[in-house]
Each structure stands twice: as C-alpha cells, then as structure tokens.
C-alpha cells in the first residue's frame, strides 16, 4: 500500500479556529442536554421498580424533589441508581477503548472524516433509541442497550481522536495550543446551552422532548461533518474497513508509542498522557456522584443543578480562552505552566466542594475552579508537539484509548466512597479524594516541564518502517 501523505492546512485564517465548532458544540449540546434528565429519569423508574417504595411516593420525584420526603424516597434506590449508573460508565468506556487502539492507526491511512461520521452517526441512534424507551414502562437496566451501538461505533472517543488528528494535521505548532483551547471551547459552549436548556425542555414537554431534540442535533451534525469538514489524508481510496481490525495496527501503534528513538519525546508524552487520563478520571468520577451528592446534601432537583452547572460552564469558557492566549501566546508561558496554573485551580475548587454546607459554597468552587478547562487542550498540544507528524494519529489513539478506560477507575471509586459516605458527612470524603489526585498531577506536572527542558533542543527522527 502506498504511503499516505498528511495534506497542509486545508481552512486557512481565522476559519481554522471555527470548521470543527459547529459538530462538536451539537454533541456535546446533546449530550448535556440529556445528562442530568436521563440520570432523573433512571432514578425515577428505580423508583417504580423498587419493592420496597410504591407509586404515591415516586411521584414525590417529580412534584417536589427537593421535600425532606423525596430525599427518604431517594436514599432508598440510591446503591440501585449508583450501579446502574456505573453501568453505564463501564459500557461507553471498554468497548471505545478497545476500538481506539485500531482508530488511529486505520485513520492515518484511510482518513479523519470516516472516524468522524462514524461517531455522530452512533450517538444518533443513541438517542433516537431513548426517545422511543422513555415512553415504555420497562425496567431502568434497560436504558444501558442504547450505549451499546453507540459504543460500538467508537463513540466519543472517535470524535476526539479525528478532532485531535484533524487539529494537528491543519495546523502549526505555534497555533495549536490555542486551536484546541477554541476546540474546548466550542465543548463548553455545547455544554453551557445544554445544561440551560434540558430542565426547560424537560419541565415543559417532558423526556421524550429532550431526546428527540438531542438527536436531531445529532443528525445536524452529522451532516455537517459531511458536507463541510475536508479530509487531511491524502491517498485513503485503497484503505477499506477491512483493514480496520489488522493486528499489524496495534503493533505499530506500541511500537510508535514506546519505541526509543531520536526525536521521539517518550518521557514527555507518556508524562502528558498520565496528566490527561489522571484528570479525566477525577473529572468522571465528579460526574459520576454530583447530581446525587447535591440532591442529598443540598436537596437541589434537576433545574437548581443545572444552572450550577451551567455557571460553572459559563465562566470557564472565557476564562480559559483569556488565559491560554494571555499565558501562551501573549506571555509565551511553557504548556507545563500553564498545566500547572489550571491544577491549581482544580484543587482550590475539590477543597471548596469537599467543606460545602450551603448552595452558595458549590458556586464558590466554581470560581475558584475558572481555569480547569485548560488542561486537556494544552497537554494535547504538548503530545502533538512531541511526536512526528507521521505518528500523531497512532499516539493520539492511545492516548484516547487511555482517557476512555480512565472512568473505569474512577466511576467505580467514586462511587464506592460515595455510597459508603453518603452526606452529610462533613468535610466529604468524595472531593478529598479529589484534592489528592490533582496534588499527585501538579507533581507530574513539575516533572513533566523538568523533563521537556531536557529535550527542548531534539530534532525529529521519524520511526522507519519496514517495507
């Protein structure tokens, strides 16, 4: 097969910042559109379904949530909505992070645009099926099927990584720290609008409204990937899916990522990519008990979390545009620098999250927390700046094969220490646990901006390749 050949930047100006904004915000629009709304309507049908709770008082869930009443009836099906919550995490994290092992490397040869279709495409059947199920009376367990085709399309993880790939492949190094930083922005832009507008949906026309909305966005997006996003590969027409699932894939890719060679940054990507998963597993795991820990402690229903949530979004979308131009373009701060500022916010909000009391100490973490965006966009930039060009979708692969296994860890913990210390437990257990993780990644951080100043001056040799 000949070789493939990565084209120069095919949207030039301040387009480049834009062509991958439109999908994306509608993902990530659906996705927190239905995030909180499904999670209510899991523990509503766990409470249909529980022996020991009837009809009467689950109706309490949807008339007055935040009643001393409604949070007796939660605690009761609370360990049941847990499990199947975690569930749901192990189903959207294995099966992706598997099927990331062969994307990258199969996207280098047979192009960005097929892992990108592929993602939306399964996240619309995904919720078109749940806009069918919310109407049927049937047990909340069911609700995992839909997460199984979407999983097995790659799910977000074939978004990220044709993202990431596409990024670097149209791109300079000088621009791409701030070209992912607009991608993530274009993520909490997504979020924000979601997060707004699903209790609002939900409170008027109820769940079948919000899924439907969440997948016609879906299908929006899928046709915009079609019709406007270019192709960056060169020479795709003699790779089929046939050669999706070729051994000879997963070979390359380790040899790619652990091979020592000149000009091949192995110390600071596998620090950067440590960084990254380490982060994205507290991040789940949050995810994974906060609508449930404000629900106990604070006794907040869908929409008061929502517009938490959504202020949280809302001041991180500027401040981590701001600061990542002022820190890396500006002030021309190193990604480590940076890394390092935005784990620090991480921890003074985890701290702040673990001693609330009150609604308004929840709003405090989040202005402490203003720059936690930042960190995923610059140690992605610093892994594409460390790697041959030729390399990047292998490396990014396991890197988003990584991120996707990473809930595995921290669902599961998280949830353990939260049902085993429900609230109010004072300070919580749950955002301590926090607190040390982003302690240990502010030391990989220091490690990891030691390390690059060791290989700042290496050229490139690009891995050679048997014939």
Request: net charge neutral; hydrophobic share 50%; with cysteine.
């Amino acid at each position: 097969m000949a070789d493939t050949e990565i084209v120069g930047p095919a949207v030039k100006g301040h387009r480049r910042f834009f062509v991958l904004g439109p999908p994306v915000t509608l993902l990530m629009f659906s996705n927190a559109l239905t995030g909180t709304v499904l999670t209510d309507l899991i523990v509503y049908r766990a409470c249909l379904f529980s022996p020991n709770t009837n009809h009467t008082e689950c109706s309490i869930l949807r008339t007055n949530a935040s009643s001393s009443e409604a949070i007796d009836v939660e605690a009761q099906v609370e360990a049941h909505v847990s499990m199947i919550v975690l569930a749901k995490s192990l189903i959207e994290s294995v099966l992706p992070a598997i099927l990331s092992l062969f994307l990258g490397p199969w996207s280098d040869r047979a192009g960005r645009r097929p892992l990108f279709l592929s993602g939306f495409a399964g996240f619309t059947i995904f919720y078109i099926s749940l806009t069918f199920m919310c109407n049927w009376n049937m047990n909340p367990w069911y609700f995992l099927i839909p997460s199984l085709p979407a999983s097995a399309l790659g799910g977000l993880s074939a978004v990220i990584i044709a993202s990431m790939c596409h990024i670097a492949d149209t791109s300079a190094e000088k621009d791409r720290t701030m070209l992912l930083a607009w991608l993530q922005a274009s993520v909490y832009t997504g979020v924000l609008f979601g997060i707004f507008t699903g209790p609002l949906i939900f409170k008027t026309s109820g769940y079948t409204a919000v899924f439907s909305t969440a997948a016609i966005c879906c299908m929006l997006a899928l046709l915009y990937i079609y019709f406007f996003v270019q192709e960056t590969v060169q020479d795709t027409s003699k790779e089929s899916i046939r050669g999706l699932f070729k051994i000879s894939s997963v070979q390359e890719l380790v040899s790619s990522a652990v091979e020592k060679r000149d000009g091949f940054f192995r110390p600071v990507v596998w620090l950067a990519i440590c960084i990254l998963a380490l982060s994205i597993m507290v991040l789940e795991g949050e995810v994974s008990i906060s609508f449930l820990f404000t629900r106990e402690r604070l006794g907040w229903d869908v929409q008061r979390y929502s517009y938490f949530s959504g202020t949280a979004v809302l001041l991180s979308i500027p401040c981590m545009i701001v600061g990542v131009s002022l820190f890396s373009r500006i002030l021309d701060f190193p990604d480590s620098l940076i890394t390092g500022i935005a784990l620090t916010s991480c921890l003074g909000g985890a701290l702040t999250k673990a001693f609330a009391t009150e609604g308004w100490h929840m709003y405090l973490s989040s202005f402490i927390g203003f720059f936690n965006g930042a960190t995923g966009p610059v140690m992605r930039s610093t892994i594409s700046k460390s790697v041959p060009a030729k390399d990047i979708g292998k490396v990014f692969s396991l890197t988003s094969s990584l991120e996707t296994l990473s809930p595995l860890a921290g669902a599961p913990l998280y949830t353990l220490i939260y049902s085993h210390y429900l609230p109010p437990i004072y300070p919580s257990p749950v955002f301590l646990l926090s607190a040390s993780f982003f302690t240990l990644l502010l030391f990989l951080t220091l490690c990891l901006a030691v390390v690059n100043r060791n290989y700042r001056n290496v050229n490139f040799a690009p891995l050679v390749e048997e014939e």
